[in-house]
């Protein structure tokens, strides 16, 4: 297979950092990842305001949208609102522009971000499940099994299943890797080391959960994602891999949720 030279390239250049005084580069690793957060947050009420509004001068009635649809609708634009504020709006008030470069999006996925991904997620297994034991044994109460609120818990029909599957292991994954590993981490790359960058981005991440167990579990993940942003000089193979492990919980919840009760689950 011919490689291509600019990719090879590409691959080998590792961003170079700034020279920035240690106290804005501190004031940076907080700000960063709160802005992301803050972001996220503002999205979400943004819209939920929106449709309150909507509701109450009698656009949308209740009852009126069936609940999968709003769900993979609301959270669509939730992503791409969330985008918008934290990308788009330090450009347009402040022109801090975010590269190609800092997001990890250089080129389309290769053959490389596909051989990648099943094996980092066998990895992510082990960890997650050796660090989800390690906290059961040591934090009293903390219960690994809860089920995690996702939005779609009633769905029947195939086209409910559709959205729920585009949302949940499609639009989300290529939205929280361009938000978390491409522009937090690729912002704190150009100043910081690597494992700082990774900690702050993964640890964020997590938390951005909004659940302990989920958490936990996910932690591991988010720093396999950046490893493979360092080797691979893109984000790709860290979507492909959080396409694969959505993929697998969309199965287990919403299409052989027996499985679960037969492993001990």
Do not use: C
């Amino acid at each position: 297979m011919k490689q291509h030279p600019e990719k090879s390239d590409e691959k080998e250049q590792k961003p170079k950092q700034e020279a920035l005084p240690l106290k804005k580069r501190i004031l940076i690793g907080i700000g960063l990842p709160a802005w992301v957060l803050v972001g996220f947050l503002a999205a979400s009420l943004l819209l939920s305001g929106g449709i309150q509004l909507l509701f109450s001068i009698g656009i949308l009635l209740p009852g009126s949208i069936n609940e999968s649809i709003f769900n993979a609708t609301f959270a669509a634009l939730a992503y791409t609102l969330t985008l918008l504020i934290v990308v788009g709006l330090p450009y347009k008030l402040k022109g801090i522009k975010t590269t190609k470069e800092e997001l990890g999006l250089t080129r389309l996925p290769d053959w490389m971000d596909i051989l990648l991904t099943p094996a980092s997620f066998i990895v992510y297994l082990l960890f997650a499940g050796l660090l989800t034991l390690a906290v059961s044994e040591l934090v009293p109460g903390f219960d690994a099994e809860e089920v995690q609120e996702v939005g779609f818990d009633s769905i029947t029909r195939y086209y409910e299943y559709a959205l729920a599957f585009i949302t949940l292991v499609v639009v989300a994954p290529i939205a929280e890797e361009v938000l978390v590993r491409g522009y937090l981490y690729g912002k704190l790359r150009k100043i910081m080391p690597v494992i700082v960058a990774m900690l702050i981005s993964s640890l964020l991440f997590s938390l951005m959960h909004f659940q302990w167990n989920v958490a936990i579990n996910v932690l591991p993940l988010a720093i396999i994602m950046v490893l493979l942003r360092e080797i691979t000089g893109s984000i790709w193979a860290g979507i492909l891999l959080h396409m694969l492990k959505n993929g697998v919980a969309f199965y287990l919840l919403f299409i052989n949720p027996s499985i679960l009760n037969t492993i001990g689950v």
